[in-house]
């Protein structure tokens, strides 16, 4: 029981707040326009997902946050262009735990704590816990957890949807159509992004609005969901295709 009642807390943790937020954001890339938050799928579809390449380069992401009766403030997220990685926050380099974050953390992906977790991006020190296993009180257990969520929503919104039909839907029904969903629901797809890239590939099946990227062209983006399923299809037919084992296949559950 303790267990269910601790998941809960962690999975809702991010909302307490969130309603209370008044600040507007908006998102831009290098050289790019200014998208609204209202517009986050046509930025991480139209500006994002095209710099997935061969090239081992850092885009950078600005965010911009206005709230009433303060300065804008600007958050950037440095990206790897070739595999389309969360690397940097403010040009700081992340741990290489906070980026692979807690998989196993619940995460409940929806506007109000994607709002939440920008409005908390300029507080945080990501450099506190640079060395895994570094934490000592129950706060710094808390702090840290508080990081990988902040990063596990920022890596949702601004890596999985463009390598991702299925996150991109999520997206559209979560930032524009009010509903809920669990980061989990995604687990299949996210351990298998090389796989499933692989797949589509060998079954000469890419399409000509997927872009390539990788170091040698082996990453799709995205991946779609006639992709995903047909992936699936082989995997659970015995088809020898490379899959992850630290993940099935569950659905996609929104509540709208």
């Known amino acids: 029981m303790l267990k269910r009642i601790m998941a809960v807390v962690f999975a809702l943790g991010m909302s307490a707040t969130a309603s209370a937020n008044t600040c507007h954001y908006d998102f ?55 595999n389309l990685y969360l690397l940097t926050i403010n040009k700081l380099p992340l741990p290489d735990h906070i980026v692979r974050y807690n998989n196993r953390l619940p995460l409940t992906l929806n506007k109000a704590n994607f709002e939440h977790s920008l ?3 300029a507080d945080q020190d990501f450099l506190k816990f640079y060395a895994e296993g570094v934490t000592r ?12 969520k902040i990063l596990k929503m920022l890596a949702f919104v601004f890596a999985e949807a463009p390598r991702f039909e299925s996150a991109e839907v999520a997206l559209k029904k979560t930032m524009a159509g009010n509903c809920s969903i669990s980061w ?20 000469e099946t890419v399409g000509k609005k997927q872009y390539r990227g990788g170091g040698a062209d082996q990453l799709l983006a995205p991946v779609t969901l006639k992709q995903e399923v047909a992936f699936l299809k ?6 020898d295709y490379r899959f992850s084992h630290n993940a099935v296949f569950g659905q996609y559950d929104y509540e709208c």
């Not at 009180?137 to 990988?148: K, S």
């Not at 629901?185 to 692989?198: I, P, V």
């Not at 082989?234 to 088809?239: F, M, R, S, T």
């Open 119 to 121: 409005s908390l991006i």
């Open 28 to 82: 831009t890339a290098e050289g790019g326009e200014a998208y609204s938050l209202d517009h986050i799928v046509a930025f991480v579809t139209g500006e994002i997902r095209p710099r997935l390449g061969n090239d081992n380069t850092i885009l950078d992401v600005h965010i911009t946050e206005r709230c009433p009766g303060k300065q804008p403030v600007v958050n950037t997220l440095g990206m790897n262009t070739k």
């Open 184 to 203: 989990h629901d995604f687990d299949f797809a996210l351990h298998n992004w090389s796989n499933m890239s692989r797949f589509v590939i060998d079954t």
């Open 234 to 239: 082989a995997i659970k037919a015995g088809e």
């Open 137 to 148: 009180t129950y706060q710094d257990v808390e702090e840290e957890i508080q990081q990988q």
